[in-house]
């Protein structure tokens, strides 16, 4: 009998600290505006550091500098289609610069908005996905991995097996 295989999807986001607050992005959803920090899936021939890097620039308009990993999280919620689907995100750390002139923000994203860790957690019934706020804590706790913790092999890069 067959059965088929389980492929969590992969999500890259970028942990931004600025002056005692996390940079995070209003966007709109199926289920209305939610909160999230810059993240997306990691296209193919991606590597997680450069999925976060784009990410960050296309839902913030800024340039994103990873200085470590904060963690790899897995949370299941329903897809953009409704389906099941499990998640596999790669959180990393590290500065924005200023915004760009002139930079459209991502289709669907509203605006930017720089929060203390005390309005990220109250504002949790808006999250986009319970890992928002869970990155959040282990930043503040200071949880960081070296970036050559994640390794993406050239087989994977240039659009990978897919």
Not at 86 to 108: K, M, N, Y
Request: aromatic share 6%.
């Amino acid at each position: 009998m067959s059965k088929e295989r389980w492929k969590p999807s992969v999500t890259v986001a970028a942990v931004i600290e600025q002056g005692g607050r996390y940079l995070l992005v209003e966007e709109h959803t199926a289920d209305g505006l939610r909160l999230n920090t810059p993240a997306g899936h990691l296209e193919p021939g991606e590597a997680p550091q450069d999925g976060a890097v784009r990410e960050a620039l296309e839902e913030t308009g800024r340039r994103f500098t990873p200085e470590a990993l904060v963690g790899v999280y897995l949370a299941a919620s329903p897809d953009a289609q409704g389906a099941p689907t499990t998640w596999v995100r790669f959180a990393f750390c590290g500065s924005a610069g200023d915004p760009l002139p002139g930079h459209a923000l991502d289709e669907g994203i509203v605006r930017t908005l720089w929060m203390t860790p005390a309005e990220v957690q109250a504002s949790q019934d808006r999250h986009r996905s319970p890992l928002v706020w869970r990155c959040v804590q282990d930043h503040l706790r200071g949880q960081r991995f070296d970036l050559s913790a994640v390794h993406t092999d050239a087989s994977a890069q240039g659009g990978g097996a897919g």
